[in-house]
């Protein structure tokens, strides 16, 4: 038995002698079944002392590649910005080495306090009204959205662009594949990279719960919402926005202003680190009206029994709570670091910091963009306009390519063939302010070599 387990020599006896067991190892037998307790063969080598242990966990180490070791140009969901000294600073502080949640507000108004400041940054973000703070990720939060959705409207036919996260479109399959909901793909423009406001008109039907649009989306294209909002309220649906770089919201105009029900996405690139894939930040918005329906709990603003200013949770159904069968969500956490580090990094940008920040990756994309495009066998893929990320399309197969760079250090991009088939000879190029011009050239460069 580990010694980490808080039962006492008493607790286990009777424990087992209500079980009518004679030993821990005989119940997991039963329910394991005896082959299930065999013991293999590890193989293990020898204990090693704390100091030879570290030395081995160092050679291991080693073995890591990370976005430093290479020229990067990744993006796809995950993004590469700097992260002032100051984020982790701030979050290392021991006034947040708090509890899981904060569920005693007399104890963690500082923890409270930081995930409100966190909600309202969201919402002017977003351009929402309200805000939760407990999404895993990008790509659960997403699939939130969906049942969300289906809650408010009480209907079943979800709509979902083609151009939505690969990875996304497939965590909501997984989601509604047990609860009756249909899940219907609106295929994207092969000129413009969009989805287009006819094929949404004609695939929606009388009774859609909801319309789901990434912005920008998978393959770096800026989204019409403005035509695709009116069709889906024309016929009382809900428009699901989801948004995987929330850098992009310093330039292009909130998804609230566009008529968004729902807003979700990926808190990474604010102030998280990319760190081989978690922990990552969903983030869920939407209008006051839905409150109830929304995922989680929110942490509110009120104020005590001597009028001062004071946090706590509100509207928590989880599965934990009380009236557990009412809750909105069983896959929910608090977000609580994740959440301190996105706040503490718009903090530090601020309005005007955060929107030169956009500016920068959009001008060093379209950079790239111009100097990929001269070359010859390779052109940009579609015509609408871009953020931070957008398709080349090679003449060549992509793989010879991709691993002549890959012996050079670099990384060009993601090859989109292992998520659309008709796009075998294409590639999603990701730019951010950690890109240099010197990389950049030196990209195109050896590309021209081939």
């Known amino acids: 038995m580990s010694s980490y387990l ?55 180490a080693k073995k890591n590649a990370t976005v430093d070791d290479y020229i990067s140009f990744l993006g796809g969901g995950s993004y ?12 290392s502080r021991s006034e947040f080495s708090t509890p899981y949640t ?6 963690s108004q500082g923890t409270l306090q930081a995930i409100f400041e966190y909600q309202t940054m969201i919402c002017q973000l977003t351009g929402m009204e309200i805000s939760n703070a407990s999404m895993y990720d990008g790509a659960s939060a997403t699939a939130e959205a969906v049942l969300m959705a289906a809650r408010i409207t009480k209907r079943r036919n979800v709509f979902v662009s083609s151009v939505l996260h690969p990875e996304y479109r497939a965590t909501i399959n997984t989601y509604t594949r047990e609860l009756g909901l249909d899940i219907h793909e609106v295929t994207f423009c092969t000129e413009t990279g969009r989805t287009p406001a006819g094929a949404v008109e004609a695939k929606i039907g009388e009774e859609p719960a909801c319309i789901l649009i990434q912005q920008p989306n998978f393959l770096g294209c800026i989204e019409d919402l403005q035509a695709i909002s009116g069709l889906i309220h024309e016929r009382g649906g809900l428009l699901v926005v989801a948004v ?14 566009y008529g968004a029900d729902i807003v979700v ?14 922990p990552y930040l969903g983030f869920l918005a939407s209008l006051k009206r839905y409150a109830r329906q929304v995922p989680g709990r929110f942490v509110g603003e009120t104020v005590d029994t001597a009028g001062k200013r004071g946090y706590c949770l509100t509207l928590a159904t989880r599965e ?15 977000e ?11 903090s530090l940008y601020g309005r005007l910091g955060f929107m030169e920040l956009a500016r920068l990756n959009l001008s060093k994309a379209e950079y790239l963009k111009m100097g990929l495009s001269q070359l010859p066998g390779v052109s940009v893929a579609f015509n609408s306009p871009t953020f931070n990320e957008f398709v080349i399309r ?24 292992r998520f659309y088939p008709e796009l075998s000879r294409h590639i999603l190029v990701c730019v951010t302010e950690m890109n240099s011009k010197e990389e950049m050239d030196t990209l195109v460069e050896e590309i021209s070599k081939l």
């Open 336 to 346: 609580g670091l994740c959440a301190l580090s996105a706040a503490v990094f718009m």
């Open 394 to 417: 090679l003449e060549a197969a992509p793989h010879d390519l991709l691993k002549h760079l890959l012996q050079k250090g670099i990384f060009p991009g993601i090859s989109l063939s």
């Open 102 to 107: 904060p569920y005693q507000p007399e104890v």
């Open 320 to 334: 934990q709570h009380i009236r557990r069968e009412k809750a909105t969500s069983n896959i929910c956490t608090n």
């Open 265 to 278: 996405g990926e808190g990474q690139g604010l102030g998280n680190h990319l760190s081989y894939g978690g």
């Open 6 to 60: 808080p039962h006492t020599k008493k607790d286990t006896r009777d424990i087992l002698e209500v079980l009518g067991s004679v030993s821990v190892e005989e119940v997991l037998a039963k329910a394991m079944g005896t082959s299930g307790m065999a013991a293999p063969d590890l193989n293990l080598p020898s204990a090693l002392t704390e100091q030879d242990l570290l030395k081995e966990l160092k050679i291991i």
């Open 244 to 257: 995987t770089e929330p850098v992009s919201l310093g330039l292009i105009k909130p998804p609230g202003e």
């Open 80 to 91: 590469n910005h700097y992260m002032p000294s100051a984020v982790r600073f701030i979050t």
